[in-house]
């Protein structure tokens, strides 16, 4: 699995020009699913994304997590986060997972995270055209590979 992590001020998600799914503070992820993602790859990126210290504290650093702000998530589906553009300019979507294996990940990506935040989420709808819009805060952006554990 990859994420995009986005901090943001708020962030929205709209469909057919109503909107789906709407935040204040927290964080925006778009969310990369391929065949090779398991149960271990969701409980790991779950947990990495509800613990990431990138909220300031009363010190103006870096040191509260979602969870501690009481933030809120957005959550959107994004195959194109396993774009191959290695050869040529058309990039490549191999690696992302067809709807019969991401869609059963995805809604598990989702009760996890909701889970571990302990409070509903917001989210996106796999394979709808969306629009998404954000204020990023800082700006704070993080990327992370569930295959690259860094």
């Known amino acids: ?8 001020s708020e962030a929205s998600v709209t469909i057919d020009q109503k909107i789906h799914g709407q935040i204040g503070m927290g964080l925006l992820v778009l969310v990369g ?3 090779a993602d398991k149960d271990e790859d ?3 990126l779950s947990n990495k994304i509800i613990n990431l210290r990138i ?5 103006g650093v870096m040191n509260c997590s979602v969870k501690d702000i009481h933030g809120d998530i957005l ?6 986060l396993h774009a191959s553009t290695k050869k040529g300019n058309r990039p490549s979507y191999i690696k992302a997972s067809k709807p019969e294996i991401a869609v059963p990940l995805y809604e598990s990506f989702k009760k996890r995270i ?5 409070k509903p989420i917001q989210t996106g709808v796999f394979g709808a055209d969306m629009k ?3 204020l990023n805060d800082g700006p704070v952006t993080i990327l992370i590979d569930s295959k690259n554990k860094e």
Do not use: H, K, P, Y
Not at 1 to 8: A, E, G, L, Y
Not at 75 to 80: A, L, M, N, P, R
Not at 114 to 118: A, C, H, R, V
């Open 1 to 8: 699995m990859r994420v995009v992590i986005q901090r943001v």
């Open 33 to 35: 699913i391929e065949d």
């Open 42 to 44: 969701i409980q790991w």
């Open 55 to 59: 909220f300031n504290d009363a010190n």
């Open 75 to 80: 959550v959107v589906s994004q195959f194109t």
């Open 114 to 118: 909701t889970d571990e935040l302990g």
């Open 132 to 134: 998404v819009a954000l």
